[in-house]
Each structure stands twice: as C-alpha cells, then as structure tokens.
C-alpha cells in the first residue's frame, strides 16, 4: 500500500498535467457536493413523505380488517351461546339416528340463515364430536373419524370456550382433517355451550378466505409491482399479493419504514409497516424503489449530466493549457532523459514555433545534433582498441595455464605410475578442447563447470586428493553465459597458494546463484589465507587496475597478480564498470573470491555485442 501511494506521489509530483486537471476538477469539487447533497435531500424527504401518507392509508386498513375480525369474533360467541344450536348438538346422540339426521338438517338450516347475512364468513361448520360428524354450511354433513384427536381439535377442547385462530400451512405436511381445513383460509374455533362447564366438546368453526381480508386493502396497493401482506400477532403470514416465498421478514426491532434489498429481488425495495393497536396484526407495502423515487429521477439525471459536461469542459480546458504552455516543456524534459541515457538520435518536434519554446527547441536539436558527431568521431576508435585489448588479455591466460599444468604433469611423471599420468593427460586434454572450442568466447554457467572439473582433477591427482571440490549451482543460474576461463585463474590461486601447503582435509567449494539482479559466482577454499598486509595490497592492486581499464588507458605491465588482474580486466572490459571482484581472507582459515555480474543481454545471450 504505501509502494502504490509513493507511486501516486511522484505520478502527481511529476507530471504538469496530471496537477492542471486535477486543479480544475478541485474547483468542480463544491459543486458536486452541492448538487449530490440537494438530490440526496430531496429523494430523503420524498421518501418520508410518501410513506407517512402511505402508512397512515396501512394503518386504517390494518384497523379495519381488526374489526372485521372482532366482528367475526362477536359473531362466533353468539353462535356458541344459541341455546337452539347447543338444545340441537344435545339431542343429537353418537350414533346416526333417524332423529339424529333431522337435527343436523335444523341445524345447518340455522348456521346457513347466518352465513347468508354475513359475507365475510366462507362458511360455517360445527363438528358433532360424540359421532363424529361436521355440520358445514357448504357440503351439508359428513362423518370425520378421529376428530377428537387432532392437534387443533384438541387445543380448542383445552381452551376451554376460549377463541383459538388457526392459520393452515401450505407446505403440504400439515394434517388438514380430511379436507375440512383448506390453506387459502383462516379459522376461528371455540366450544358450543360457551357458559356451560359441563358442555359436550361440540365445536364451532368459522372460516373466512384469506383473499377477503387483503380484496379490503385493494384500495390502497399503489402499482401492480407493488405487494402487500397481511401478518398475525406471531408474525405469522396470513395473506399476501406477491408470491409468498418472497415476502419481507421484519425484525421487531426495525423502525416502521425501511429502504433494503430484497432476495429475489434485482433493486432495492421500499417496506413500510403498520401494526394495529388491538390485535397487533400488521400489514406490510413492499414496493420498488424506482417507483417511488420516479419523479426525482429526471431531476437526478439533469444534475448528472451538469456534472458530466463540467468534468469534461474541466479536462478541455486542462488539455488546452498543457498543450500551450505545459507540452513544450515535457517534451524537453523527455529529450533531457534520453540524452542521460545515451540516446543521441533523440529530436523534438518544434511545431514550427517562433516564441521562447521554438527557440529553446531548436537549440536543442542543435546541440543533440553537435554531440553525436562529436562522440562518433571517437567512439568507434575507442571501442576497436578495447575489444582489441580484450582479446589480448584473454589470449595470454592460456600460454600461462599452459605452463603451470606441464609443470604439472612432470612432478606427477615422477612420483607417480603410468595409469594417473594417463588420466591427467586425458583430462588435460578435455580442458584444452574445450578451451578452443571454435573460437567461442563463452560458455553456459554448466559448461563453465564442467569444463572447470577437468583442470582441478588434473590437480587432485597431484596432490594426490588431498584436497576436495564441492559445487553449488543454482537453477536459475545454470543457463546464464560467462566468459570462458574466467574461474580458472581463482581455481588455480586457490589450489596453489591456498589448498597445496595444506597437508589434508582441503575443500574447495565453488558456488553460482542469482541474487539481487547479479550473477554471484563464488571460489571458496580452507586452505591458508592471506596475511592482512598482503590481503591490503591485493586489493589496492586490483582497484589500480579496475581504474586503468575504467579510463581506457593502456596498463605497464606487470610481474605479480597476473591471473587477478586478468580477469578483473576481462569483466570490467567486457561486463561493465557494475561488474566487480571482491577478496576476503584470513589465515589459517581461507580465502574466498566473489565475482558479481550486473544481469545483461550478455549474460542471457552469450552475445559480444
């Protein structure tokens, strides 16, 4: 995070015309807020008054279809307290009698007389428990075996005269009492004989269509994509015009208005609640946000656009400035870059102007067009003489590792049999093969190794193994290409000034790794150091002729340090001045040597460039 905040920084800090039109759009700032927040108001307080008038029209309603249901309620205690209806259910005995058909007849002629003056009611029914028969007022009579043991028979048996309401469920695994219980109705039950404690369980059953209750809120559903759902005291769905898997759940804790999103709903929907006082039944409106908000639309798409074309005027205006005054100067500051970087082709295009940046730009192009002659002049020369020197330095290695490993040979010759001669022979042999390889200047990481392996066996067998080689070579290393015989001469001064007056238990240990943008190549030995004095003038020696080659200058020549100074010439001719050796030893302890390679298309490629 605080990389990409930097990156913003210097973005802004940088560029004039990312802070011209930033300015600008700074100026257009209060303006959006200004017009945002006038907007947000207006949609604020059109939304409270729509839904103060609509929940005033819920609340009446809600009231209403109370005392349409206290109604009903009053009308059930009347029914149960007719002394015609219980002296009927009472004569009538458990089994079916002649006498016993006659009075279910007078008695669903009487529940029918009060069925045609209300018409809330769907019906009317009275369950005869002792012979299990239902008296209804639109299917006549039928018998209904185990009525007494139904859950809602028995909780209104339980209550006593008390009224019980029963919603059905319409999920399908609700006992509905052989059909006398349908899910597109509610149902008040209470006891017949209402007064009396030794009452027969006769029960009374209105019912009414939960349809009827919503057809009396009809008047106020604002739209067709509007709803409304009627819920019980248990916030218990009653009835509803949308589909009833998508009504609202309302948290009791909510406020009675509330802007949400819906599931199953792509917007945002507008839910108002009203709770009546009575019977804490309540009806919910749910309707869509875009309906309601549908006049302050237009207004809101006005103050969009008036926002756009000032954004839009502010980036023109922004892009004229640049253009006349900031453009000139970023096209110089670009030329300025590409002339640090070497770049001498570089032109700026003046436009043909006569003021101060036609003038600045001509002089430019001008002085470009001096420089490059000038630095062409000498550069080609200057260059055949490095590579020349190049190929001088590397061509001498060979004639000095030439002598040393003859000399090799002949020690061995003497102190050892026939078979071990043969074998360096034949690794000295591999060495030089590979050495000429076709003119070839360099190898792979993994050659380079493999090629190393033969020159320090020749010297194992020597020093009749007493020393040891480990190599770690990194994987994305192995494919890089270095200059050939580059590690020999480290190899060699390892072996020779550190590894041979060490009597046993000598490691020499050669390492490649990629590490921050460098090839780190590593020769490592435990043999018996350097004095710090000598470390001292090693090292004042090797910066000496780093900076003769830096300077392009020709060298004295030199009797001592020949193989170090040798490749420091190599690598900083041929990799550049980034390209560094480093020496750190301590005696009785080691020596180590650190070649360090800045990444290139030299070591990528293998190409002399």
């Known amino acids: 995070m605080r990389r990409l905040l930097r990156g913003i920084y210097y973005y ?93 007849s007078l008695l669903m002629r009487e529940i029918t007389n009060v069925m045609s003056i209300n018409h809330i009611l769907s019906k009317i029914s009275i369950i005869h428990l002792p012979s299990e028969m239902m008296i209804t007022t639109d299917s006549g009579g039928k018998r209904i075996p185990g009525a007494e043991r139904h859950p809602v028979i028995a909780k209104t048996v339980e209550a006593n005269g008390a009224r019980l309401l029963y919603i059905p469920e319409a999920d399908g695994n609700e006992d509905l009492l052989n059909g006398t ?31 009827t209750l919503l057809k009396l809120t009809s008047s106020i559903q604002p739209s067709e994509n509007a709803h409304i759902y009627l819920f019980s005291n248990d916030n218990k769905l009653v009835a509803g015009t949308g589909h009833s898997r998508f009504f609202p759940y309302w948290d009791p804790v909510s406020e009675e208005m509330v802007m949400k999103s819906m599931e199953k709903h792509e917007e945002n929907m507008f839910i108002i609640r009203a709770k009546s006082r009575y019977s804490n039944w309540s009806l919910q409106l749910m309707q869509p946000e875009v309906e309601l908000n549908g006049k302050t639309r237009q207004l809101q798409m006005f103050t969009y656009l008036i926002i756009g074309l000032s954004v839009i005027l502010a980036l023109w205006i922004s892009w004229i400035v640049f253009s006349g005054i900031s453009s000139p100067l970023s096209n110089l500051a670009y030329g300025l870059r590409q002339l640090r970087f070497g770049n001498l082709d570089v032109r700026l295009s003046d436009n043909n102007r006569k003021d101060e940046f036609g003038y600045v730009t001509n002089t430019f192009n001008k002085m470009i067009e001096d420089q490059k002659h000038l630095i062409e002049n000498h550069y080609e020369q200057q260059l055949r003489l490095s590579r020349t020197e190049l190929k001088f330095l590397q061509s001498q290695i060979n004639p000095h590792f ?89 190899v060699e001064n390892a072996i020779l000034h550190g590894l041979e007056k060490k009597q ?74 980034e390209a560094r050796l480093s020496i750190d030893s301590q005696e009785e302890v080691g020596t180590t040597v650190l070649l360090s390679i800045p990444m290139s298309d030299r070591l990528t490629t293998g190409n002399g460039g």
């Not at 490691?507 to 000598?534: F, Y």
């Not at 910066?543 to 030199?558: D, F, G, L, R």
């Open 504 to 577: 046993s238990g000598g490691h020499l240990r050669i390492v490649s790794r990629l590490e921050d943008d460098h090839l780190q190549l590593t020769v490592q030995d435990n043999g018996v150091g350097i004095s710090a004095e000598k470390l001292r003038y090693i090292r004042q020696e090797l910066a000496a002729a780093a900076s003769v080659v830096s300077s392009a200058h020709s060298a004295e020549p030199v009797e001592d340090l020949f193989g170090l100074r040798n490749v420091v010439s190599r690598i900083k001719l041929y990799y550049g001045s």
């Open 181 to 211: 219980f349908e899910t597109d109705q509610i149902y008040l039950l209470r006891t017949m004989d209402l007064y009396n404690h030794d009452r027969q369980p006769n029960i009374l059953i209105l019912a009414i269509k939960r349809d």
């Open 12 to 104: 802004f800090t940088g560029r004039i015309q990312v802070r011209l039109t930033c300015y600008f759009l700074l100026i257009l700032l209060p303006l959006v807020i200004i017009s945002l927040f006038a907007n947000g108001k207006s949609q604020q307080i059109l939304e409270e008054e729509t839904g103060e008038r609509t929940r005033g029209a819920l609340q009446a309603a809600v009231e209403y279809i109370d005392l349409t249901l206290q109604n009903v309620d009053e009308l059930s205690t009347l029914l149960a307290t007719d002394r015609n209806l219980i002296r009927l259910l009472e004569e009538a005995e458990s089994q079916l009698t002649p006498q016993s058909i006659v009075d279910f």
């Open 402 to 490: 030439l002598y040393n490993t003859l000399d090799t040979i002949y020690w061995t010759a003497k102190n050892y049999e026939a078979s071990e001669i043969s074998e360096m022979v034949l690794n000295l042999s591999r060495f030089f093969r590979l050495s000429l390889n076709k003119g070839k200047d360099t190898f792979t990481v993994e050659e380079t190794m493999g090629h190393l392996n033969y020159y320090i066996r020749v010297q194992q067998l020597r020093f009749l193994d007493q020393f040891t080689v480990e190599y770690e070579i990194s994987e994305d290393s192995k494919h890089l290409y270095i200059l050939k015989l580059l590690l020999q001469p480290l």
